[in-house]
């Protein structure tokens, strides 16, 4: 292996990233210099700055970058309305900014290496390594688990035993999570078989929120308030994108919003299967999409539609720093400029049930949709649009019937 003076490590505390220090100054002989990004994890920084000092890092960089996740990466894809086979994305979304704040960390360093503790069967090697590619294109990464020896996530934890690395796990609540202020995913272990049923009901199991059942009896009402696709208020109350998004959280989770549990296509190949929560985000994404739907004429809407799959697909992976999704961005910012307005939702047993919704740019009519009496459309002219809409149905059936008959 190639000798580094000083590696730069994408570093959570997790177990990976926990027995990568060591690992990296054995077989490679550099000082490891840390860099957790802060994008709402809360609880799992505490603690985060001795855990690798301990573990044999030089230092730790924690980067507060919250505020950036939410206003330039989460908003965007919440007014693209791009979802990843109904997965919104909580962690393809936070890899760039971490990743791009760990090259300028990694160049203000001198460093000569970029190391992560991604899988090579998973989605988040590429993510990363887009982004670090993006800006700095010639930096050498290190991914420990494409080259070392080490198996299974039960080889790490006896690695990290042998090497005294204190971990906050067990094999048996050996999840692999990850965890920001938009969601927190679940796989691993009995979750593997899609035949198991996620253990909702079990004690820690879930994070951010409760199950259905376990949501009160009474339903929460709330009211958001949007500005050209941007979530500002909520009751009436001004809030930061991070603040909101916080404090949706603990609305939906509390009232057992946004547990989904799919197989996924990851971008290798292979079916994954991962349980998330996403409380505030499935909140969010509905009220924008009840907004739209009064908001968007019929034709913006349904291309938006369209180009919110392939949004979704850069996004998933890892493409944010790309042309195309740059373009594609500056679509959707201009057909968000009319998406303003309120939009009131009833939280009740995990369910999001409609409860009005108001616009200054509304295209929505009364006087014209009414089942009553009205003076601006003449059901007569139904008749005329359906013969030339229909034409080429009666033309062909006409055609059919002559050549049947000439048989």
């Known amino acids: 292996m190639a000798k580094y003076q000083k590696v730069v490590l994408a570093y959570s505390g997790g177990l990976d990233t926990s027995i990568i220090i060591p690992w990296l100054k054995e077989n490679y002989g550099c000082e490891v210099i840390c ?3 802060n994008v709402g994890q809360d609880a799992e920084l505490a603690g985060l700055e001795e855990r690798a000092l301990k573990t044999g890092a030089s230092k730790l960089y924690i980067e507060d970058i919250q505020q950036e996740f939410i206003e330039d990466f989460v908003f965007p894809t919440l007014k693209a309305g791009a979802k990843y086979e109904n997965y919104l994305l909580g962690t393809s979304f936070a890899r760039p900014p971490i990743a791009k704040r760990i090259v300028e960390i990694a160049k203000q360093e001198g460093a000569d290496a970029i190391c992560h503790g991604c899988t090579g069967k998973g989605n988040d090697q ?7 590619k993006a800006f700095a ?6 991914a420990p688990w494409r080259v070392w020896d080490i198996k299974s996530r039960d080889e790490e934890i006896d690695y990290a035993q042998q090497h005294n690395i204190p971990i906050k796990l067990t094999r048996e609540t050996n999840y692999s999570k990850d965890m920001n202020m938009w969601h927190l995913s679940h ?3 009995d979750l593997e078989d899609p035949a198991n049923e ?13 199950s259905p059942e376990q949501a009160p009896d009474t339903p929460t009402y709330i009211t958001l308030t949007f500005e050209k696709g941007i979530p500002v208020a909520l009751n009436g109350e001004k809030m930061d994108g991070v603040t909101l998004v916080k404090t949706l959280n603990k609305l939906g989770g509390d009232n057992g919003i946004g547990l989904l549990d799919i197989v996924e296509n990851r971008l290798v190949g292979m079916k994954s299967r991962g349980v998330y929560e996403t409380p505030g985000g499935t909140v969010l994404y509905h009220a924008h999409e009840v907004l739209e739907t009064i908001c ?7 291309y938006k539609q369209k180009l919110a799959l392939e949004f979704a697909d850069l996004v998933y992976n890892g493409q944010w720093y790309t042309p195309l999704r740059e373009a594609m961005s500056a679509f959707v910012d201009k057909t968000q400029e009319t998406v303003t307005g309120e939009v009131k939702l009833k939280l009740y ?14 295209l929505y009519s009364e006087e014209v949709a009414t089942f009553d009496e009205d003076h601006v459309y003449n059901q007569a002219d139904a008749e005329g649009f359906i013969n030339l809409f229909g034409l080429p149905i009666a033309v062909k059936a006409r055609l059919d019937a002559q050549r049947e008959a000439q048989k």
């Open 137 to 142: 294109p010639d930096m050498p990464i290190i």
């Open 126 to 132: 590429v993510r990363f390594e887009l982004t670090i």
């Open 349 to 362: 047993k995990g369910n999001l049930i409609n409860a009005g919704v108001t616009s200054p740019y509304s």
């Open 198 to 210: 996620p253990k909702y009901n079990e004690k820690g199991f879930l994070e951010m929120g409760v």
């Open 187 to 189: 796989e691993g272990l």
């Open 35 to 37: 860099v957790a990004g």
């Open 296 to 302: 968007l004429d019929k034709m913006t809407q349904h």
